[in-house]
Structure formats: C-alpha cells, structure tokens
C-alpha cells in the first residue's frame, strides 16, 4: 500500500533501556464532587466504552544522530480486561511522555442514541482481516532486521474502520492484537501535527476532522504514517464518534465549580500597564453609552446589560462606547478590584474533553510598540480601540479530570501549549502573562514579536510578573454551560449582545507609518514598508471588538 522504504539507524544498545514515566501535574488531583461519568475512568460513547491508557510500553524508535529529533512508537500497558487495543502510540524524543490512546470494548448495555427499530445487529468491534506493511526500517545492511521497525495498518473487514496503526520490532503482529470498529460509530480524522519526517516517510499525530461544542468526533491518541512517494493519498485511518445523547463525561455545575478552583490560572498584567482589566458591570455602571446608527447621543446601559439589544448578528445598527470629558479617560484605566473572568463550559473531542473558555474584559486597548531591529517606536493611535475581549481555554481530560493544555488567544490567532510547558504558581494553578497595552496572553514572560523575527520587525507583545493580576480561581463568573440544559446556568444579558463593544474610526494611520519609514536607515525602510502592508486591518483604524458569544470559537474549536 505505501511501499517500503529504509534509511541508517544507530545500533540498538543506545535505545531507551526501561520505559520512561509519564509526565505528572505539580500537584495531586483533588477527590471531585459526585457525578455521573466524569472522572470516572470510563466513558461511555453509545454502543462503546472507552479507558484511556497513559503508560506504555517501548517497541521501536528512529533514534537519530540527535536523540532529541527522533520519535520512539509504544504501546499501552495495563489495559483493563474485556478491553482491545485500537492502535498504538507515537511521541517526539524531545518532550516528556505526555500523551494517551484510548482501548475500547462493547458498551455493556445498549445506548439509546440508536432507535431500537435501526439498530444493527454487527458488532462493535472485530477483529482485522489482515495487516498491510505499510513501511519498515533497517540499518541498511540488506537481509538484516536487527534495529528494524515494521509498521502495520489492520485491513477491516467490510463495514468497519481501522484507527491506529501498529508498530513492532520483528514479525507482522497477531490479529487479536487490535480490533476495527464498526464504520458508524466513527468519525472522519485528519492529520495534525508532524512528529517525523525523513526521506518520503511522516510520521502525524492525528485528531478528529470535525471539532467543537456540537461535534461528536473522538480522538484516539493514536498516529498516522504516510508514504510521500503515493502522493494524494487519503488517510487510511478514522477516529471514533460519541453517539451517547448524554455525554455522560461532561461535569456538572459542581464539578465545574472544583475544576475552576483547582485549575484557575492567575493572569499578570506588565507593570508598566495602563488599561487594565474590569468587570462588565462596573464599566455599565460608569458610564459606558450604547450608541444607535443615525443617533449622537448614547443610552445608559444598566448593569446586567439588559437594555441591550440581544440576538441577532452584527449589522452595524449598535455600539458601545465611552462617556466623554473626565470620565472617558477614568473609565479606559480599567478597575483591576472588580475585574473577574467569565466562563463558557462547554465539550471538546466528542465530550471526552471539557473546555473552559476564561474571558476577561478591558475597557480599552491601548496602541501598539513597533520594533525594528534594536529600536523602538511607540505608535500613536495604531492598535488602540474600545474595549478588548481575550480569554484563554483550559482543555481538561473527562477521564480523570486532569488539565491537558491551556490555549493561549493572541489577538487574531492562538497556539495550545501542553501542561508540562506551562509555569505553576499554586499547586495546579498556571500562571498567564498578559502583553502590555494588547493583553494577548502568553505562557512565559518576555518579548514576543508579531511580524518578521528573521528581518527583527513587528509589534511588541512585552509580558512581565507584577502587581497586577487577577485570580481565576476565585474571581469569576459561568456565564455560560449550554450542554447543561436550558436555564441550569443564567446566561448574562450582555452577553447576548452581538454588535460592536466599541466604535469604528478610520484614521490616516500610513501618514504615521509613512514618517516612521522615513526615519529608518534606507537599507530598512524597504524591508518595514513591506511589513506594514502586512499588517492586520484593524491596525488602521479603531474597531471594537465583538463580544464573546460572537466569536467563531464559541461554538467552534480554537484555532491551531
């Protein structure tokens, strides 16, 4: 099916000799408040139970000049009786063993997600026809198997899907080794990230095609490997789907509560910061205004935001702005005292995962810092506008209730940073640094440039330790947990709220860019011009933002 392709190995006594740990949070994970399935160990996805299996066992690695490269293939250890391996599992050398694959068996009573009138009577689960070698590596010594690792992809039989590969030293593996699942109760999968690339052989982690709140596809932890010399070729594998209505793995208002006491990141603001974080209410309460197209005066807005219009898309119609005078400039300062997050729960990978989306709101954002090379230049106006919504996502396993990552939101991207590369600063507790004057959000302290790092251009996103911060774990507020049920939790009217928190103003900003160019030495001011037409629009003029429930990653999943 892909051919078989070989390349030089190093001997086999500089293999790992024992099976590394896996990687453990700071600290122990707390009893959970009682439920239903979350933190139970087992989830049950329909016609399926699945356990998740974190402790391996090592069969091969590529094992390159620089270990640190290479990527080593395992397969799972302590597998519960009754339960079949789906695959096995593929990690870098350069990170801590931190990852899972899930084995599966029969659900032991039927789930009523199938009507009994349309269920199909096949098994869940069989075993593979045969095995395709889908690629093998030696030392180069023709013959010779010593070193060598074999990868095999399970043939299924009619009307069920293979979802992991497996991997082993020598001889093609037994068929009771695995188990194919019924075609239905799978999902489409795609490939994620590159673990190995050598010659015309990758090796990618995988994960569901379709993700968010309302899909149901499951990762399986497992791995794919691709031939590059059968171009167009089509992923051989699927992942599983959760078929039960339930998704009896999600936590309960309780649990929620536990996990964001447990987990809740403290966010630091830079010392030098000037707009900081407040509550929603208190920036009502001080004199925000909602505007309406055609009218010059704005409206109060009520605490809760009930006066505002609720439902719809943005069209244009209504803003939120500041007051004028004095308290224009009062209220853009923030109120760190009041400041909270707010949370959306909501599933992640079929409902085996939870996300708990933290957002925080600033009254205003403040204009950006370019860099070119080791010069500095305060911008004017670029990059400030009204009011600022980021936030940050914890993605929590549902099998124990252990954090898994933190997506980390950076103005119009983001990126998942795993728990072990997170810093600690109570217990389970990450920490957050917030860049200055933009509060996108960052694992480390330090400076992190948007633009070019090979030219040394872009705009600064400074983050520090300081005085100012903000404790999740004891200042926030759910706002939302639709997989709940309607009216468990009370959303906030202004979170119904789909226009623009801030007006929109388009300024002359390439007069500005223009006299910053002029100023460089000639041989930049080609290489910056460049950069500048690269730049996000809303650096050219002053755009709120829309509220939290607006955003693609409501209901979507987060980007990267």
């Not at 499951?218 to 039960?244: A, R, Y």
């Not at 308290?327 to 085996?352: C, D, M, W």
């Not at 990059?383 to 929590?396: A, F, Y």
């Amino acid at each position: 099916m892909f051919g078989c392709e070989c390349f030089y190995r190093k001997k086999m006594d500089l293999l790992p000799l024992s099976d590394p740990e896996p990687f453990s949070l700071p600290a122990p994970l707390p009893q959970w408040p009682h439920g239903q399935g979350f933190s139970s160990g087992k989830l049950n996805l329909g016609e399926l139970e699945v356990v998740k299996i974190s402790r391996f066992k090592f069969i091969w690695s590529s094992n390159l000049e620089d270990k640190k490269k290479g990527v080593t293939f395992y397969k799972p250890v302590g597998i519960p009786d009754g339960f079949y391996i789906l695959g096995h599992y593929c990690q870098s050398n350069d990170q801590p063993l931190r990852g899972f694959v899930l084995v599966a068996r029969e659900a032991p009573s039927k789930s009523e997600a199938t009507d009994f009138s349309t269920r199909v009577t096949s098994p869940a689960l069989r075993e593979p026809l045969d095995y395709t070698l889908a690629w093998k590596s030696n030392d180069g010594r023709e013959g010779s198997l010593e070193g060598c690792g074999f990868f095999w992809l399970p043939q299924p039989p009619e009307g069920y899907k293979s979802v992991g590969f497996l991997v082993t030293s020598s001889k093609k593996p037994k068929l009771d080794k695995v188990r194919c699942v019924r075609a239905d109760l799978t999902d489409r999968c795609e490939k994620y990230r590159v673990m190995h690339s050598e010659f015309s052989f990758r090796v990618w982690s995988t994960r569901p095609y379709h993700r968010g709140m309302l899909r149901r596809g499951v990762s399986v932890g497992t791995f794919s490997c691709i031939s590059d010399s059968i171009p167009g070729l089509e992923l051989p594998l699927s992942c599983l789907k959760n078929l039960d209505p339930s998704l009896h793995g999600m936590p309960n208002c309780d649990q929620i509560h536990a996990l964001i006491n447990h987990y809740g990141p403290t966010f630091f603001f830079h010392p030098d910061e000037i707009y900081l974080p407040s509550s929603v209410s208190w920036f009502f309460e001080n004199g925000a205004l909602l505007f309406r197209k055609g009218d010059s005066v704005g409206e109060p807005i009520d605490v809760g935001g009930s006066n505002l219009p609720s439902g719809g898309c943005n069209d244009g119609e209504f803003w939120i702005d500041l007051p004028s005078g004095d308290q224009r400039k009062t209220i853009k300062l923030g109120n760190l005292a009041s400041a909270k997050l707010y949370l959306h729960v909501k599933p992640a990978l079929g409902g085996t995962f939870t996300d708990i989306a933290l957002w925080i709101f600033c009254p205003f954002n403040g204009p950006a810092t370019l860099k070119v090379g080791i010069m500095n230049i305060a911008l004017n106006k670029i990059g400030q506008h009204v009011c600022d919504w980021e936030h940050v996502t914890l993605r929590i396993c549902n099998f124990a209730g252990e954090l898994w990552s933190i997506y980390f939101s950076q103005h119009s991207g983001g990126v998942w940073v795993n728990a072990y590369e997170l810093e600690y600063i109570q217990g389970n507790k990450a920490i957050i640094y917030s860049s200055r004057n933009g509060h996108a959000s960052f694992p480390h302290p330090g400076t992190y440039i948007q633009g070019s790092a090979k030219l040394g251009i872009g705009i600064r996103n400074d983050c520090a330790s300081s005085n100012f911060y903000v404790n999740s774990s004891t200042h926030y507020e759910l706002v939302a947990a639709e997989y709940l049920g309607d009216g468990i939790v009370a959303e906030p009217g202004w979170l119904q709220f789909m226009q623009k928190w801030g007006p929109t103003i388009v300024y002359d900003s390439r007069t500005e860019l223009d006299k910053i160019v002029h100023v460089l030495p000639v041989k930049l001011q080609s290489s910056v011009k460049n950069f500048f037409y690269k730049l996000p629009v809303e650096l050219y003029g002053e755009e709120g933002p829309t509220g939290p429930k607006e955003k693609n990653n409501w209901v979507g999943d987060e980007r990267g």
